[in-house]
Structure formats: structure tokens, C-alpha cells
């Protein structure tokens, strides 16, 4: 029903009336005899078309009908109409110069008498089908009948209040009935015309279930004065005088003041309000983070007790992974479930495996667990997603875990710290951190922005190869690499130097050690530095991007040349032959212990691929080392190949967490091209191996190599298994 109704003027249509309400539309209004049961007719008895025709049959208090019909005319003349309601006698005529304009529809008038179904019927109609089937939204005699319309049906509306803003986005409050749950129509009319609320909205019990608390989202630019807010379902019609007072207060201020923080609310925020925009995506991030709910434990901590936790609940676009422990001697717990908006509460598959609390907590011996709940997108901004652990009782209670982090490095140090890398089992990473660490990775790509570059000297115009060399926080080798270059003639004369900085917070340092070993060496440097960290293969393809040289050879920070000539011979044997895709040679540990004379695969005792390197750990002098062949692939540290063949398999692969796989990844698509890779034993460099990315938390305390295997298996294994056989019967066939 509708919650006031306004007063009436007086009128009467036995006869029709027809009223102008746009140049172009026209309004029929119509009381027949008898009461309207079927669908009325009208008809133009000249056979003129219609451009648009609708009609709506309306309940009078008095218990007759009131027949309304919007037309459209695809012309202006004089029409000889035709009305009809389908009674018996129940017909009549009406003659419309549509040639000169007709009186203005009066809303005061149309409504007159009308049940307060009926009103709302109208309004309803007119307001969302009506509005965009005769294009009338932005017209300013359709919102002046239109306001009109909605002060004849409640001529004292209360307010819905524009409480906050997100860019233009605006964040509208208001209270309703509380028998008014189901929303089917959100509209608001002001100077701009009719513009449709987002079909995401909150309307939730509120004051103990007397009234209901209703909050939409309206993307604006300008808010409009004069405006009214009209809400509609089955219950009937709400309509809201919009106050504008706090428009321009942040979503971040409204809910620190607000004292209405049902957690109903808190969901539509993050879930529907944080998707808007990245400024909105923010926004609520902070909200979560200024004001995190306290997190929910089970139990008590104790030798004997039952008690459980949720500690991780990292969301992304396919769901949430989801991580805690729990500790069961009494077999309390039955499950634990997901609460993911209106839906059904969802039940997680737990892996589970051995652990122990911190000392600080009593270190109990627990079960930890890991789980992926498939929710959509229904928490994807939701840094507290809520859970319900399901005891034996047949109760249930609440699980909350502490807020998860808000930037995109914290999310993913946090995801990959979720197993131990020990049990981070193929069936673990498969199931339930590839869909989150996927995601996050995506994200992170996003987020490192674009590199600047700084330059030393004047670089070579032409050079035959570039020289990319990413740097990680250890720079202790610069030296030793840049006096290796310099003298090296060859080099010196072909080739440019390309440093790729992927710990832009030393730029400055950087800068002054690199200006020093210019003046020092009289090599030109370019320094690329990346906006932040964005880990190995970004690094790289951002120095590719940047590179002049024909050739590419890409060269770890901690690789020093034994003696001059190497990149001239590596060069040469891509030139020699355009089979090879790529070259390698052999990298020596400070000890002169072999570390890489090609890279192969192989497999442990569960079927797992590893990248492994030829000959590791044997004298430099091993024979089968020093000599050069077709190998499966060569090591990231020291790779050379073309440029053009590196941009047609678009670079290293960035969805790798930090560095590990890229460079066999980059082999295997370098295959695809129908190419070979191929290993030059009398080519040597040092190479003190690993010694930047052991600087890389991530890497080093979380599961990144773990998931980067899996994730290179699982997109190469049969190309491996090939390529592995096809080594074994080359090196059979050499051995013969």
C-alpha cells in the first residue's frame, strides 16, 4: 500500500480527456461505464500510425476503472480516436488536433479518486516501464508531471538522505516500512530526469524489526535538487524527498558516525559499494581496515579443551581461501561453513595436516587446515569474510577471522604462508591456492606501474645485443660484472648495458654506485627503475621493452665472465644458425664446481617435474661439460637470444610468484616456434647463484617455488615428457 495519500483535485473523465505531456507524447485518460476487466483497444479511425502506444487499467475508490493510455505520434494531425474497454456499451470516441499543443497533463487531476493500489500502479508504470519506452527520461515536462505525479500520491514524503560519496557515486539512506522487503523498482527523478538506482541494494530489518533500513547506490556526477526517490515491490509504493545536505561526506566519516553497523550493512558496503570503482574499492578497504570486527575464536586454549580458529580468508574474483587450525579430542566439530551474502552458507573441504601452536599460545599440538571456498564474487573485497563452525550439538557458531591484509604484496604474502611448503601437496595447490594466487598475481601485475629509466654515459647508437640484468637489493657484484664488461672489447663495442631495478627504494644509492663505475670503467649504463617490485620476469621484460640491440642476453646480477669474448661467441652461434632459438653457457660456482651446463627435467617418486641442471656440482674440467650440444633448455642467469623471438612469445611468462620456472617456461615457448636450445661448454661465467632472491620474504617463507612447479608442470608436463625422451635418445645416441 501506499504509506500517505495526498489530496485530490477534483475531476471526472467519463468523457476522455486527452492531455499533452512531451511534444511528442500524448496522454488518454479515460472512466469507462463499467468496470475494465480486459485489455482496452484504441484505434485511429483515419489509419494513422501510432509511434508508440501502452495503456493501464486502474482501480477507482469508487469501485469503476480508469483506462490511462501513453501515444506516440509518428506525425502530427488531426485524429478521429477510436476507445474501447471490452464491456458491452463500453466504448467512445475523441477527436485530438495534435497539430497545436493540448492542455499539460494534469498529475493531480489523473489521480484523483484513485484506489492507493492503484496510484501505486501508476506511478510504478509511468515512472520505469513508460519513461525509457517513450525515451522520456530526460525531458523536462515529463519530470515536472513526473514530481507532480508524486506529490498528488504523498504530498509530505519523508526523507532518503544522500549520506556519502565515492567519486560520483552517492550513497542513499532512508527507512521503510517494514512490511516493505521486496525491492523490484529503485528510481530517482530530479533535474537530470529518471535515473535508475544500482540493482544491488540493502534493505534489512532495522529497530527490532519496525521498520526496515534501505540503503542504493546512484552513479551521478551532478546531485539533483528537487529530487525524489521512489522505491517499489509487491507491498506497493515508498516515495522519498532527497536531502543533500551530506553529499559530499566520505563513506570512510558516515560509517564511523553511524551508529547503525549491522553487519547486513557492512556486507553490502564491501560486497556491492566496493566493486564500483578502484576509488570505491579503496574506500571500503579502509573502511574495513579503520575498523576491523573483532576477530572470533571457538573454545578456550587448553591441554584437554576443544577450540578452533579461522586466521587466513584471503578473497579473489572465484572465491576465498580459507586457512586456521583446530584441536578436537572431544570430536566437537562437525564442519565449517562460509557465510557468502544471502546465500546458503557454503561447507568447506578442509586438507588438513600436523602442527603446533606458538609457545605464546600454549604450543598445543593442532590440526592446521587449508580449504577454498567457490563463493564468486560475493567476498572478493571482504578483508573479514565471516564463517560458522558446526558442532555436534547441532548448534552453530560464529568464526571471525583478524582483518586480512588490504594491499596486494600483504594479500599475497599472506596467501602463500597459508601451508608449509612440505605439505603443499599437488592436491593442496590445485584446489585451493592456484584459483587465489592466480588472481593475486593478475593483481599484482596491475599494481607495479610503469618503469622510468636513467642513463650514464652515451649509449651506443646501434648495438648488437643488450645486456638486461634485473637488480634485487644485492649489488655487491656490480663491480666485479661492469670490469669483466669493460674489458672485453668486443662487448664494449656492441653491446649496450641494461640494469633493471626491482627495489626502487635504492634508487638513489643505485644512482651514485652506477655514475661511480661509469667514470670508473667509461661503459654507458642504462638504469631502468620499476615503479615498485614486481619480481624476475617483469623486471626483465621491462628491460626487453627498453632494449636497442637485435640480440637479448639476459644475465642474472650475481653472473661475472671467467674471460672476454662469451657474448661474442654466443652471439655468433645464433647468427650461424637460425635453428637456435637460444644459447647458454656454463656457470661455475666461486669453487669452479660445475652449477649449469644446460638445463633438463627431472621427476621424484610422486611424479613431480623439477628443473635441474647437467653435470651440477662436478669439476669445471668434466669432459661431457665442456662440450656444446642441443640441450632441453639453459638457465635464466645467463640466456641469450633475438629479440624479435623473444617479442613472439611475448617475453617471460609473468605469472610466476617472484622468480623460479620463468626461464624453462621461456625455453619450452621458444620450442613451440619448431627451434632449438642449445648449451656452449667452452663459454664460461661464474655464477654465485640465488643470492638476490633469497633477499625476497615471499620467496623464502611462503610456498612460491612450490606453486611455480606445479604451475609449470601442470602447463608443460607432456611437452617435458617429450622433450625428455628425445634428450635421453640424443645422449644414448652420443654415448654409442
Known amino acids: 500500500m501506499l504509506e500517505t495519500l495526498g489530496?485530490?483535485?477534483?475531476?471526472?473523465?467519463?468523457?476522455?480527456?486527452?492531455?499533452?505531456?512531451?511534444?511528442?507524447?500524448?496522454?488518454?485518460?479515460?472512466?469507462?461505464?463499467?468496470?475494465?476487466?480486459?485489455?482496452?483497444?484504441?484505434?485511429?479511425?483515419?489509419?494513422?500510425?501510432?509511434?508508440?502506444?501502452?495503456?493501464?487499467?486502474?482501480?477507482?475508490?469508487?469501485?469503476?476503472?480508469?483506462?490511462?493510455w501513453a501515444v506516440s505520434l509518428k506525425e502530427k494531425a488531426r485524429l478521429s480516436l477510436k476507445l474501447s474497454a471490452g464491456a458491452v456499451g463500453s466504448e467512445a470516441a475523441l477527436a485530438v488536433d495534435a497539430t497545436q499543443p493540448g492542455p499539460q497533463a494534469d498529475a493531480f487531476a489523473i489521480t484523483n479518486g484513485l484506489s492507493q493500489a492503484a496510484c501505486a500502479v501508476f506511478v510504478t508504470t509511468f515512472l520505469s516501464a513508460w519513461s525509457g519506452m517513450f525515451r522520456l527520461g530526460r525531458s523536462r515536462?515529463?519530470?515536472?508531471?513526473?514530481?507532480?505525479?508524486?506529490?498528488?500520491?504523498?504530498d509530505t514524503p519523508p526523507v532518503v538522505e544522500a549520506v556519502a560519496s565515492i567519486g560520483s557515486v552517492r550513497l542513499l539512506e532512508t527507512l521503510i516500512n517494514s512490511?516493505?522487503?521486496?525491492?523490484?523498482?529503485?528510481?530517482?527523478?530530479?533535474?537530470?530526469?529518471?535515473?535508475?538506482?544500482?540493482?544491488?541494494?540493502?534493505?534489512?530489518?532495522?529497530?527490532?524489526?519496525?521498520?526496515?533500513?534501505?540503503?542504493?547506490?546512484?552513479?551521478?556526477?551532478?546531485?539533483?535538487?528537487?529530487?525524489?526517490?521512489?522505491?517499489?515491490?509487491?507491498?506497493?509504493?515508498?516515495?522519498?524527498?532527497?536531502?543533500?545536505?551530506?553529499?559530499?561526506?566520505?563513506?570512510?566519516?558516515?560509517?564511523?558516525a553511524n551508529s547503525r553497523k549491522l553487519p547486513e550493512v557492512r556486507d553490502y558496503l564491501v560486497a556491492d559499494v566496493g566493486t564500483k570503482s578502484d576509488a570505491a574499492r579503496a574506500a571500503i578497504r579502509d573502511l574495513q581496515m579503520n575498523d576491523p570486527l573483532p576477530a572470533r575464536r571457538h573454545g578456550t586454549l587448553s591441554e584437554t579443551g576443544s577450540f578452533c580458529a579461522v586466521e587466513t580468508a584471503v578473497a579473489c574474483e572465484a572465491g576465498v581461501l580459507v586457512g586456521g587450525w583446530l584441536r578436537d579430542p572431544g570430536h566437537v566439530y562437525q564442519g565449517i561453513d562460509?557465510?557468502?551474502?544471502?546465500?546458503?552458507?557454503?561447507?568447506?573441504?578442509?586438507?588438513?595436516?600436523?602442527?603446533?601452536?606458538?609457545e605464546t599460545q600454549g604450543g598445543y599440538a593442532i590440526r592446521r587446515f587449508v580449504a577454498f571456498a567457490p563463493?564468486?564474487?560475493?567476498?572478493?573485497?571482504?578483508?573479514?569474510?565471516?564463517?560458522?563452525?558446526?558442532?555436534a550439538s547441532g548448534e552453530r557458531e560464529a568464526l571471525v577471522p583478524p582483518p586480512q591484509p588490504g594491499d596486494v604484496p600483504g594479500i599475497r604474502a599472506k596467501a602463500l604462508s597459508v601451508v608449509t611448503p612440505?605439505?603443499?601437496?599437488?592436491?593442496?595447490?590445485?584446489?585451493?591456492?592456484?584459483?587465489?594466487?592466480?588472481?593475486?598475481?593478475?593483481?599484482?601485475?596491475?599494481?607495479?606501474?610503469?618503469?622510468?629509466?636513467?642513463?650514464?654515459?652515451?649509449?651506443?647508437?646501434?648495438?648488437?645485443?643488450?645486456?638486461?640484468?634485473?637488480?634485487?637489493?644485492?649489488?655487491?657484484?656490480?663491480?666485479?660484472?661492469?670490469?669483466?664488461f669493460s674489458v672485453d672489447a668486443w662487448l664494449a663495442g656492441n653491446a649496450e648495458v641494461i640494469y633493471v631495478l626491482d627495489s626502487p627504494e635504492q634508487v638513489t644509492h643505485v644512482e651514485d654506485l652506477l655514475a661511480g663505475f661509469h667514470l670508473l670503467y667509461g661503459l654507458p649504463i642504462r638504469l631502468v627503475v620499476m615503479e615498485r617490485n614486481g619480481g624476475y620476469a617483469l623486471a626483465c621484460n621491462a628491460g626487453a621493452e627498453a632494449a636497442s640491440g637485435r640480440y637479448l642476453a639476459m644475465i642474472n646480477s650475481d653472473v661475472v665472465p671467467v674471460e672476454a669474448g662469451w657474448l661474442e661467441q654466443l652471439c655468433a652461434s645464433l647468427m650461424m644458425d637460425e635453428q637456435v632459438a637460444a644459447v647458454g653457457g656454463k656457470l661455475l660456482y666461486a669453487d669452479n664446481a660445475i652449477q649449469h651446463a644446460g638445463l633438463k627435467f627431472i621427476q621424484d617418486d610422486k611424479g613431480r617435474w623439477f628443473n635441474h641442471?647437467?653435470?651440477?656440482?662436478?669439476?669445471?674440467?668434466?669432459?661431457?661439460?665442456?662440450?656444446?650440444?642441443?640441450?632441453?633448455?639453459?638457465?635464466?642467469?645467463?640466456?641469450?637470444?633475438?629479440k624479435a623471438d623473444f617479442e613472439a612469445v611475448n617475453g617471460f611468462t609473468t605469472d610466476f610468484i617472484v622468480g623460479d620456472y620463468e626461464d624453462s617456461d621461456l625455453c619450452l615457448k621458444l620450442r613451440k616456434l619448431n627451434r632449438k636450445i642449445y648449451y656452449l661448454g667452452d663459454v664460461e661465467l661464474y655464477h654465485f647463484e640465488r643470492v638476490s632472491i633469497r633477499k625476497n620474504e615471499d620467496y623464502t617463507r611462503g610456498v612460491a617455488s612450490q606453486y611455480n612447479r606445479w604451475l609449470h608442470q601442470s602447463r608443460w608436463q607432456d611437452d617435458i615428457i617429450a622433450l625428455m625422451e628425445a634428450a635421453e635418445r640424443r645422449e644414448q645416441g652420443l654415448s654409442a
Open 179 to 256: 512490511d516493505s522487503t521486496d525491492i523490484k523498482t529503485a528510481v530517482l527523478i530530479g533535474d537530470a530526469g529518471v535515473v535508475r538506482l544500482d540493482s544491488a541494494v540493502c534493505n534489512t530489518p532495522y529497530n527490532s524489526g519496525k521498520s526496515r533500513l534501505f540503503l542504493g547506490t546512484v552513479d551521478m556526477p551532478q546531485t539533483p535538487s528537487n529530487a525524489f526517490l521512489v522505491l517499489s515491490g509487491n507491498w506497493g509504493l515508498a516515495i522519498r524527498r532527497l536531502a543533500t545536505d551530506n553529499v559530499k561526506r566520505t563513506v570512510g566519516l558516515w560509517w564511523a
Open 422 to 484: 612440505r605439505h603443499a601437496s599437488d592436491d593442496v595447490l590445485s584446489g585451493c591456492l592456484s584459483h587465489v594466487l592466480a588472481d593475486i598475481q593478475s593483481r599484482f601485475r596491475q599494481s607495479v606501474g610503469a618503469p622510468s629509466e636513467v642513463r650514464f654515459g652515451k649509449p651506443l647508437a646501434e648495438p648488437t645485443v643488450s645486456i638486461v640484468i634485473p637488480l634485487y637489493k644485492v649489488f655487491e657484484f656490480i663491480k666485479a660484472q661492469l670490469a669483466a
Open 338 to 358: 562460509i557465510l557468502a551474502g544471502s546465500s546458503a552458507p557454503v561447507p568447506l573441504k578442509l586438507h588438513t595436516f600436523d602442527g603446533v601452536l606458538p
Open 7 to 68: 489530496k485530490y483535485a477534483e475531476a471526472k473523465f467519463e468523457s476522455p480527456h486527452f492531455f499533452q505531456l512531451t511534444p511528442e507524447v500524448l496522454l488518454l485518460v479515460w472512466d469507462p461505464a463499467h468496470q475494465v476487466n480486459a485489455a482496452p483497444r484504441l484505434v485511429e479511425q483515419n489509419g494513422l500510425p501510432f509511434g508508440s502506444i501502452a495503456s493501464v487499467r486502474l482501480a477507482r475508490l469508487d469501485g469503476g476503472s480508469r483506462v490511462v
Open 141 to 154: 515536462s515529463f519530470v515536472n508531471f513526473a514530481r507532480d505525479l508524486l506529490r498528488s500520491v504523498n
Open 375 to 391: 563463493v564468486g564474487r560475493a567476498l572478493q573485497h571482504n578483508l573479514q569474510p565471516r564463517f560458522e563452525v558446526r558442532l
Open 613 to 642: 641442471h647437467y653435470f651440477k656440482g662436478f669439476p669445471r674440467q668434466f669432459p661431457e661439460a665442456s662440450s656444446s650440444r642441443e640441450v632441453p633448455g639453459v638457465t635464466g642467469a645467463c640466456l641469450v637470444l633475438s
